[in-house]
């Protein structure tokens, strides 16, 4: 409060907005979350600008669907590169200068598959669970510098991320002995997706409040699906799980 606020932007990721549409207050920084020189560039370049960092959102993510038998392992190793390895490259750099004020908030953009996992989407699943880890370590370990962690977990949100996870499994697991039951999920999880997602605004609500807030929640379970979703892998035996996963899937 009382200060203007500068947002600086990676947009880098697919689907991200063109520059000239990301409005006033907003300084775009290309970077590259699989790459360490770049990560640490990027932040050196935001401390020489503007000499802080109050707010650290790690957003960048995606998934790539398919059978773990037939996931490649190169792109099963790049998933938890980009959606977990890529949060901590840039979290390193920036927690010296967020010590030094004695404040700051990392909001970690995870999911509501970091709580529970569904078949096809193992390496998805692996590396949400591994943010979900790496943030609730880094909440203990910060807490005493004034600073505070906390983890947006979505569910259902009207985003590329469907048709892209949907279409890799497709390609990597369309034929062959996992054919049926996966083109199946695909098209229940494609038409699930068009009948209930939230929108993204309900994603940026969730980081606002995380960003501002005098006491921040450590988890936000928001958009469709969400709550019951968490609340059910956090409550219910793991046979019970197995069998509503299973009866979903057709």
Known sequence: PGHHA?????????????????????????????DDASMVAGVEQVLEEHGRVDVLVGNAG????????????????????????GPARVIQPVLPTMRAQGSGRIINVSSMGGR?????????????????????????EVAP?????????????????????TDSAVEVSGDGPYAERVRRMAKGLSSGIERIASSPDVVAKAIEHAATADRPRIRYAIGAGAKPATVAARVLPARVLDALVARGMG
């Open 116 to 140: 529970f996992a569904g078949p096809f989407g193992g390496w998805y699943h692996a590396s949400k669970f591994a943010l979900e880890g790496l943030s609730d370590s880094l909440r203990a």
């Open 6 to 34: 500068r947002v600086v932007g990676d947009v880098e990721d697919e689907g991200a907005h063109p520059v000239a549409e990301l409005g006033d207050g907003v300084r775009p920084l290309v970077l590259d979350v699989t």
């Open 145 to 165: 510098f004034g600073i505070r962690v906390s983890v947006v977990e979505p569910g259902a949100i009207k985003t590329e991320w469907g048709g892209i996870a």
């Open 62 to 85: 995606y998934g790539s669907d398919g059978a773990g038998e037939e996931v490649p392992l190169d792109e099963g190793r790049r998933q938890p590169e980009t959606n977990a390895i």
